[in-house]
Nanobody, 115 residues
Framework: QVQLVESGGGLVQRGGSLSLSCVAS????????MGWYRQAPGKQRELVAT???????NYADSVKGRFTISRDNAKNMVYLQMNSLEPEDTAVYYC?????????WGRGTQVTVSS
C-alpha cells in the first residue's frame, strides 16, 4: 500500500527558513508528478509547487523566488525548501504524488510562521 509521509514542519519566525521532506513508500514504481499543497485555517487547499520526474518545476505565484521544490527519483522523495517565510505561509503542508495513474496524499505537516 502506497504511503506518503511528510516531515520537517515546525515553528519559525518571520524571515526564517524550513525544509520539508516527503517519502513515498510501499511501491516499487517511481512517482511521476510530485508536489506540495497547503491548507490554512478556514481556507481551501492550494497548490504550492509541483515537479515532474524530469524535474520541471511549477510554483504558485505567492511562493516564487522564496520556495524551491526538488526530488530524488531513486528514493521516491520530494523536498520543499522554504525561505523568507511569512505569517501568511502558516498552513498544513501536504505532499502529493502520482504513481501509475493514482494520486496519493500524505497526512500533512504543520508549518507555523510567527510575526
Amino acid at each position: 500500500q502506497v504511503q506518503l509521509v511528510e516531515s520537517g514542519g515546525g515553528l519559525v519566525q518571520r524571515g526564517g527558513s524550513l525544509s520539508l521532506s516527503c517519502v513515498a513508500s510501499g511501491t516499487i514504481f517511481r512517482a511521476n508528478l510530485m508536489g506540495w499543497y497547503r491548507q490554512a485555517p478556514g481556507k481551501q487547499r492550494e497548490l504550492v509547487a509541483t515537479i515532474t520526474r524530469g524535474s520541471r518545476e511549477n510554483y504558485a505565484d505567492s511562493v516564487k523566488g522564496r520556495f524551491t521544490i526538488s526530488r530524488d527519483n531513486a528514493k521516491n522523495m520530494v523536498y520543499l525548501q522554504m525561505n523568507s517565510l511569512e505569517p501568511e505561509d502558516t498552513a498544513v503542508y501536504y505532499c502529493t504524488a502520482e504513481i501509475r495513474g493514482a494520486n496519493y496524499w500524505g497526512r500533512g505537516t504543520q508549518v507555523t510562521v510567527s510575526s
